[in-house]
């Protein structure tokens, strides 16, 4: 799949390696974190990544086409603030709220709607149509389903240690929209 970055858009104090896979129309806001070998995929329509999310490497987020559907600019796949997508993890879901965490190596087909404060634990596969109630936590090897008795606690430690070692070890995508810039056409 070749590289298109005409449509990244990377937001002032975004952090998006040089090294990561991108592809199609991709917004990331102010505050994300994107490791080298991530990769984004946006084939059925753009993708808007929330502030202060976290996509670690080899973790892979798509929006992808169905059989025989085309790109439509008004199909978004918008996914919420603070998310965390940790290693390995493969994410197509439907939509994705806010202070969500994929662990590690964990799939989650697109048939499913993830609210807010969710945990999809390591290895866990998601196939089924399904929409997952907020604070839902999905374990075990049936992938069971629990409310977590805490909410998720913050990144931001995480994000301000990556935002000063990144720069030190990658090359790093310049930022390239400003939204205080951007004016509306009347």
Known sequence: MPQDNSKVKVMPKAVVCEESKLHGDITF???????????VIAEAGPIIIGENCIV???????????????????NILSIG????FEVGCNVEAARIGDKNVFESKCFVGNGV???NGCVVGAG??????????????????QALQREAIDKQGSQTLQIDFLRKVLPNYHHLRKPNYDPKKARSVV
């Open 29 to 39: 806001s102010s505050g994300c974190v994107v490791h080298p070998s991530a990769t």
């Open 56 to 74: 670690e490497e080899y973790a892979t987020i798509a929006h992808r086409l169905a059989p025989g559907a085309e790109f439509d600019e008004n």
């Open 81 to 84: 603030t603070h998310n965390v």
């Open 113 to 115: 709607t993830v609210s």
């Open 124 to 141: 866990i596969r998601m196939h089924a149509r399904q929409a997952l109630p907020e604070n839902t936590v999905v374990y075990g090897e």
